[in-house]
């Protein structure tokens, strides 16, 4: 058996290394993408709970499916988004977006 301690290594490491990519990427994509690893972090740590604290009720499991929802949502907007970006600026970079500015 796996402890609990291991399964919170892999999620800090897998959510700092998607916080980084937000920090650190320009490009729109690689951005989204990184988010999409931070919210897989957060359901590593929502089933690892889950698994060492009350493995007879399944909250984890349900929170995490609604991450799943919310993340396939965030992703299909977000393509959107940078799709509708790109076909007026031409561009994908966060920088040289200017849409909201006067």
Same mark, same amino acid.
């Given at each position: 058996m796996v402890p609990l301690w291991m399964y919170l290594v892999v999620s800090a490491a897998l959510f700092c290394i998607g916080a980084f990519g937000v920090l650190a990427r320009r490009n729109a994509i690689a951005i989204l993408l990184s988010i999409e690893l931070m919210l897989n972090a957060a359901n590593i740590n929502l089933v690892a709970f889950w698994r060492y604290m009350n493995p007879t009720? =399944?909250?984890?499991?349900?929170? @995490?499916a609604f991450v799943f929802a919310? @993340? @396939?949502a965030e992703a299909a907007v977000g393509v959107a988004l940078i799709?509708? =970006?790109y %076909?007026? %600026?031409q561009t994908v970079m966060v920088e040289d977006v200017n849409i909201l500015k006067w």
């Open positions: 009720v =399944i909250n984890g499991q349900v929170f @995490a919310v @993340a @396939a799709l509708s =970006i %076909r007026n %600026r």
